[in-house]
C-alpha cells in the first residue's frame, strides 16, 4: 500500500533556482528517507531523518519533517541539469510492521539548462 | 566497489512462460527485496527477504516466486499466472530488514512477447 504522496507530482524549474518538493503520509514512523531516481535506472538513497528530528542537511539538500502535520519537505538548493530525476519519499512505519519501507509515488522534476 | 546487479537489463516473455530475473548483491547485507514499478508509479512491493531460507510475502506476490538459497542471491521467477507483468523491476538490498535504507540495483523491463 501507497501511504506518501508527495506533492508537486511534477514540477519545472531554471537551472540555479530551488525546488521544493513535499511529502505527505498519515501513519506514525520511525524515519523518513528520500530517494532519487534517474531516468531507467535504480533508485539511490539521499537522506534520512528520524522522527525525533526536525531537520537535516547534506550538500545541496536540506530535509525538514513536521510530525504533527505529518509531512515533510525535500530541498534543492542552486538546482543543477543533473538533478532532473523523480525523487520519492518512503516512510518507515512504526506500527509494528517495520519490516517494508512505504512508498510515495513521486515528484518529477526537470531542471532546465 | 560493492553493489547490486541485476540481469537481464531488458527481458521479453512468451505467453505461459517462466522467466527468472536475477539479482546478486555483494554488500554482504542481510535484507533483499523485489519490486514492480509502473510507469509514472511509486514503487510496490513483492517479497522481501530477512535471512537466508526466509521469504514473505508483499503487497503483490500473485504471480511471483522466490528463492533465498544464498545471503547474495534473491532471484525473482515471474510465472504464466501473472497476467499483467509488463513493468520495471527493481532489488534492493538493506543491512536488515528495519527502517534501513536500501541499495538498489539498476532494474530489469519486462515485457510481452
Not at chain 2, 530488514?97 to 512477447?113: C, K, V, W, Y
Request: charged residues 20%; hydrophobic residues 30%.
Amino acid at each position: 500500500s501507497q501511504q506518501g504522496e508527495e506533492d508537486p507530482q511534477a514540477l519545472s524549474i531554471q537551472e540555479g533556482e530551488n525546488a521544493t518538493m513535499n511529502c505527505s503520509y498519515k501513519t506514525s514512523i520511525n524515519n523518513l528517507q528520500w530517494y532519487r531516481q534517474n531516468s531507467g535506472r535504480g533508485l539511490v538513497h539521499l537522506i534520512l531523518i528520524r522522527s525525533n528530528e526536525r531537520e537535516k542537511h547534506s550538500g545541496r539538500l536540506r530535509v525538514t519533517l513536521d510530525t504533527s502535520k505529518k509531512s515533510s519537505s525535500l530541498l534543492i538548493t542552486a538546482s543543477r541539469a543533473a538533478d532532473t530525476a523523480s525523487y520519492f519519499c518512503a516512510t518507515a512505519d512504526n506500527a509494528g510492521n517495520n519490516r517494508k519501507l512505504i512508498w510515495g509515488l513521486g515528484t518529477s522534476l526537470a531542471v532546465n539548462p | 566497489d560493492g553493489g547490486i546487479t541485476q540481469s537481464p537489463k531488458y527481458l521479453f516473455r512468451k505467453e505461459g512462460q517462466n522467466v527468472t530475473l536475477s539479482c546478486e548483491q555483494n554488500l554482504n547485507h542481510d535484507a533483499m527485496y523485489w519490486y514492480r514499478q509502473d510507469p509514472g508509479q511509486g514503487l510496490r512491493l513483492i517479497y522481501y527477504s530477512q535471512i537466508v531460507n526466509d521469504f514473505q510475502k508483499g503487497d503483490i506476490a500473485e504471480g511471483y516466486s522466490v528463492s533465498r538459497e544464498k545471503k547474495e542471491s534473491f532471484p525473482l521467477t515471474v510465472t504464466s499466472a501473472q497476467k499483467n507483468p509488463t513493468a520495471f523491476y527493481l532489488c534492493a538490498s538493506s543491512q536488515t530488514a528495519l527502517n534501513q535504507p536500501q541499495h538498489f540495483g539498476d532494474g530489469t523491463r519486462l515485457s510481452i512477447l
